[in-house]
């Protein structure tokens, strides 16, 4: 499979080349270059397919015979070895928790499955690569937990000092071996502006291989298809008789829009879904986008569902290259909500007091994002909970904060001291990488 930059000025590139690389010389995303859609009996008998035969299906047109057969499964089931729970939280509204994994994020299975990709790459051909990424907090610590003890591979991540809750700090700063934590004096903008001069600085990259390992790397992005057909494998096994014919609508909290974009590329590869919500915070570019046709980046505004706080989603150019560049289109396949703070803390007391579900922010909102669609529609609606609330106890009522047992994953790092090297500008991290 060959990739194209969504600039439209760089050569086409492998799997592999695209997986190193991360953005493309001339900035732009990469995307694949053509998209095949699966045979339709592979949908209508999903139930007869195990989680791992579904990933491979899915997503072997992307890695082409890059990876060997044998070898990708295996990939797979290793970063499979977890749960997808579809929770009914109330008729016809689904929580699909896709935070069972080591680090209770969503992102584990991107990050896991694009360090076993670069893993298996580095061993045919050695080379240092070093991943760079700026954490608002959860892409930190799946991306420290997927990556540790890859050989080949350096990892620095860049967080703001304060900024992340103490379950995340400790599971990006203790883990030591390849993976490097520097606490940066700011905001997530500024993590995130260091880290764009850096891949910018040709002093820095004539000497090394940097790669990103946030969602604009596709082996980051593409696995995230897998979990909206887990999901509807889980709804077709246990479908009510009256909601079989119903819509299926997926609300996705959205920050970066990678994880929606993956679920609208499995929608493409033929799985039946009618419609996306976006879902999402103050930061409502996109929504203010499919009401007026102005697409508006504007600075990150801070919220309670901080892994969303972006003001000029990276992935967004994807979702808009799926729809054919078509307003109306894109429209007729993704709806965008906003919701404020105090919707989303009303929100999670509604699910706890009414439905005996404790949700995070972020999937809080996914919930509200499905209400406000049931107001005039009809649909069986599943919302994607990304994260486990342990980890934004902060944000979480102590009343319900104090029915959450700590989970295992959690418990392993608490004990575990910190290790990080504190910056505040970016001739600092240029001295870090370079020494
Ligand atoms: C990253 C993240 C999101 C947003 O996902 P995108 O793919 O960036 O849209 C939502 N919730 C949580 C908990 C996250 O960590």
């Known amino acids: 499979m060959q990739y194209y930059s969504l600039n439209n000025n760089s050569p086409k590139v492998s799997f592999q080349e695209a997986v190193v690389k991360g953005l493309a010389p001339d900035k732009g995303l990469y995307f694949p270059e053509e998209i095949k859609s699966l045979d339709a009996t592979f949908f209508q008998n999903i139930d007869s397919y195990s989680n791992n035969e579904i990933a491979f299906e899915l997503i072997k047109q992307f890695v082409g015979d890059e990876i060997p057969t044998t070898i990708l499964k295996k990939i797979i089931a290793d970063v499979l070895s977890f749960d997808f729970p579809l929770i009914e939280v109330e008729k016809d509204i689904y929580s699909l928790e896709l935070y069972h994994g080591p680090t209770m994020a969503f992102k584990d299975v991107g990050a896991r499955f694009m360090a076993r990709c670069l893993s298996y790459f580095n061993k045919r051909n050695p080379t240092q690569v070093t991943v760079l990424v700026a954490t608002s907090g959860d892409t930190g610590g799946a991306v420290a937990s997927g990556f540790l003890g890859v050989k080949g591979v350096d990892v620095v991540i860049l967080y703001p000092s304060g900024k992340v809750s103490d379950i995340q700090e400790k599971q990006l700063t203790t883990l030591g071996q390849n993976i490097r934590a520097l606490e940066v004096d700011g905001v997530f903008d500024d993590c995130q502006a260091m880290v764009k001069e850096a891949f910018l600085d040709t002093s820095i990259t004539t000497k090394m291989q940097l790669t990103s390992a946030n969602s604009i790397n596709i082996a980051r992005w593409l ?133 005996n579900y404790i949700a995070d922010p972020h999937g809080a909102i996914g919930y509200l994002g499905v209400k406000k669609y049931l107001e005039s529609n009809n649909a069986q609606c599943i919302f994607l909970e990304t994260a486990h609330p342990i980890k934004f106890l902060p944000v979480i009522d102590p009343k319900i904060a104090s029915e959450i047992k700590i989970p295992e994953q959690i418990k392993s790092v608490l004990g575990k001291e910190k290790v990080a090297t504190q910056i505040s500008e970016y001739s600092e991290l240029k001295v870090f990488l370079l020494n």
């Open 223 to 355: 696995p995230q298809m897998f979990y909206f057909t887990f999901a509807y494998k889980q709804l077709k096994m246990s479908f009510r008789a009256e909601s079989r014919n119903k819509k299926l609508i997926f609300s996705v909290p959205s920050g970066n829009y990678g994880n929606i974009c993956a679920g609208m590329m499995a929608q493409k590869l033929g799985l039946p879904i009618d419609l996306f919500i976006a879902s999402t915070n103050a930061n409502k570019v996109v929504p203010t986008y499919l009401e007026t046709e102005i697409y508006e980046p504007k600075p990150s505004i801070q919220t309670i569902a901080n892994a969303m706080d972006v003001g000029d989603p990276s992935n967004f150019i994807r979702i808009e290259k799926l729809h054919e560049n078509n307003f109306e289109k894109l429209k007729n396949n993704l709806h965008s909500y906003s919701f404020t703070d105090d919707q989303t803390r009303d929100a999670m007391q509604n699910l706890y007091a009414n439905h």
